[in-house]
């Protein structure tokens, strides 16, 4: 997807220049990045008639459902028995381009500050200074990296076979995959590549999985091969994988599998990079917020979706399209005191453009 906007940067010559800078262009909000939470946040910030900037370090919207996953179904998205990430992704894509956001791809955020005249904030970005009056972060888990296995052969195969996301199901027709791990991306690639690959063998170091009881049943229903209490010990091949060797933890006994692919599926490191710099209080690999505003420790700058962290938070896509409307909404009255918090439903409204 190509820039859909985004003039209006300031360019001051040495650094942030708070002082010196003077804003071409202030938006109302800057939403710091464009997953499905910031998506949604762009559509209802528009929905409230706030003139918005949504900032995406990846070259395309979406987040890691477009980066990792975009073949992968999601079932737990209000309104869709089942949805594709990449079909939920470009629905989330139009609601949002309603309003006209400017989007910003390829530009992560790298300092945030506050102009001590007015409250607006800076935000330093490769491709210039840019301003607004309120903040919401929606960056879901920061900067991640797969989590890589040591075992031999790994490393040496990666792009000749080893993989860890799923970006294009056509590579593995009719081939033998190997999937590693046990938790909801493991059981979800399986499932995934089972109608398309040769053949599909789902290896797991417990018995255990940390997945969804409804995909676990049908994993066990699949044509999916399930080992576990079984750990790969080393891959071989020539000038791509041809070849895994797997052990059972239990015995030590080996078994040799034919496989052309082999998907990790052990997780992300998740690195919040310069927002450690940002002032504002973190916990865990994530942003505090309170829950009934969504406000950061900083005023003016909200948090929203897997980034945000308070008690009984809980990591779903449905939960972070309530956070950031929250957001917005709030927003909206620390922008305009004389504004309402909730301005009605929006079947009820004349005009979607007021706030």
Same mark, same amino acid.
């Given at each position: ?203 797991? /170091?417990?018995? =255990?999985?940390? &997945?969804? %009881?409804?995909? +676990? ?5 699949? *044509?999916? $091969? ?7 010990? /080393?891959?071989? =091949?020539?000038? &791509?994988? %041809?070849?895994? +060797? ?5 015995? *030590?006994? $080996? ?27 973190? $916990? ?72």
């Amino acid at each position: 997807m190509a820039d859909l906007g985004g003039g209006g940067p300031a360019r001051p010559s040495d650094g942030m220049a708070l002082q010196a800078a003077q804003p071409v262009q202030v938006d109302d909000i800057a939403l710091i990045g464009g997953g499905p939470v910031g998506l949604f946040g762009a559509f209802y910030a528009g929905l409230r008639g706030l003139k918005t900037r949504l900032f995406e370090s990846l070259p395309q919207l979406g987040g890691q459902l477009t980066a990792l996953y975009p073949e992968k179904f999601i079932y737990d998205v209000p309104g869709f028995p089942r949805v594709q990430a990449k079909v939920l992704v470009a629905q989330l894509v139009e609601q949002a381009m309603q309003f006209n956001p400017q989007v910003m791809l390829n530009t992560p955020v790298t300092g945030l500050q506050q102009r001590p005249d007015g409250g607006i904030f800076v935000l330093t970005t490769a491709r210039g200074v840019f301003f607004a009056k309120v903040v919401i972060v929606t960056a879901g888990l920061g900067a991640f990296s797969p989590k890589k296995l040591a075992a031999p052969g790994v490393a040496e195969f990666e792009g000749k076979g080893v993989h860890y996301w799923l970006d294009d199901l056509s590579r593995f027709r009719g081939r033998r995959a190997l999937v590693v791990g046990g938790g909801d991306s493991a059981v979800d690639f399986a499932l995934m590549l089972q109608p398309v690959a040769r053949h599909v063998t789902l290896i797991h /170091r417990r018995d =255990g999985f940390r &997945a969804h %009881e409804q995909s +676990v049943k049908q994993l066990y229903a699949s *044509g999916v $091969e399930v080992l576990v209490f079984h750990e790969l010990k /080393r891959l071989e =091949g020539g000038e &791509a994988v %041809e070849r895994a +060797v797997v052990f059972d933890n239990r015995t *030590g006994a $080996e078994r040799v599998l034919d496989v052309q692919h082999v998907v990790f599926a052990l997780g992300f490191s998740a690195d919040l990079g310069p927002m450690r710099e940002w002032g504002l209080e973190l $916990e865990d690999e994530a942003i505090r917020v309170n829950s009934f505003k969504m406000e950061t420790a900083v005023a003016g700058v909200y948090a929203a979706g897997d980034i945000a962290t308070y008690p009984g938070k809980v990591k779903l896509i449905a939960t972070g399209f309530g956070e950031v409307a929250t957001a917005v909404n709030n927003a909206c009255r620390y922008i305009d005191p004389s504004l309402p918090v909730f301005p009605g439903h929006s079947s009820n409204r004349k005009s979607a453009g007021q706030r």
